[in-house]
């Protein structure tokens, strides 16, 4: 199995059913990790070190942190409905706890941060939504924490690709600091299907191909994009939806196109 792809198990005492942190990945700033509940159980956490995007994907939480309750979120039945997450911003430093209300699936970005935020909700109308691409490069996004909002590295980004559509496309890559060209940041691809049973497919390849893997995706399986351009094809008969979170030395996300095939883009 490739060394890029992190799939599920079970659930454990907490809930958790997949986790990349900086030291399994082997980078520096984003944490990833999907929490399943039950309605009634509850999950805690905070890091001194690290803020939490807080990302209720499917049921309804009531998400308390830093003394306040922000009240039951969510409500979406699956990732695929057309509706904005629930979505907590939680500051470095900061306790805070997930609540389920009902069978809930949360995910839970992270990356370094500094104390002395404050913890607030993301609104649905904080989160904007956008149609990048035509005709079958077309895909739908909705900016969870776009780098217009407060936060100190994390950036986090949900994207539905129609069965049959390129993602992520055409190749791009955001692994290079290069002033007002380029930022250098990790990133994950948290992958759902509908229906659940279908695949998909990622490429991650770098200029020189020291990298260069295809990696066939399943319902609830993570990409590690360490370097290197990173496009996604799903497959005809299966939407797919991917939750992204990038962190990096700068939170900026400029990305350069493959110039193989920047030309993509042109197009009348």
Request: glycine share 10%; charged share 20%; hydrophobic share 40%.
């Amino acid at each position: 199995m490739s060394k890029l792809l992190v799939r599920p198990h079970a659930p454990d005492a907490t809930g958790s059913v997949l986790e990349v942190t900086p030291a399994s990945a082997g980078w520096t700033h984003v944490g990833f990790q999907v929490v399943k509940l039950a309605a009634g159980a509850v999950f805690e956490g905070g890091d001194p070190d690290r803020e939490t995007c807080i990302v209720v994907m499917s049921g309804t939480a009531e998400v308390s942190a830093q003394g306040v309750s922000f009240g039951a979120i969510g409500g979406r039945a699956s990732v695929f409905e057309d509706k904005a997450p629930g979505a907590v911003y939680v500051p470095a430093a900061i306790a805070f706890s997930v609540s389920a209300v009902s069978d809930v699936e949360v995910a839970l970005c992270s990356a370094p941060g500094q104390p002395g935020g404050q913890a607030r909700l993301i609104a649905e109308h904080d989160m904007p939504r956008e149609t990048r691409g035509r005709g079958t490069n077309t895909r739908f996004v909705r900016n969870i924490l776009p780098e217009t909002a407060p936060a100190d590295g994390l950036l986090v980004v949900e994207v539905i690709t129609p069965g049959g559509h390129w993602s992520s496309y055409p190749p791009h890559k955001h692994d290079t600091a290069a002033e007002g060209e380029e930022t250098a940041l990790e990133e994950t691809y948290y992958h759902r299907l509908n229906p659940p049973q279908g695949f998909a497919f990622q490429r991650v390849y770098t200029d020189d191909r020291s990298l260069d893997e295809t990696v066939c995706v399943q319902d609830g399986d993570v990409v590690m994009v360490p370097r290197g351009y990173h496009p996604v094809g799903a497959p005809h008969g299966y939407d797919l939806y991917y939750l992204n979170v990038m962190a990096g030395p700068h939170r900026k996300w400029i990305f350069r196109n493959d110039p193989a095939h920047d030309w993509i883009m042109r197009q009348a």
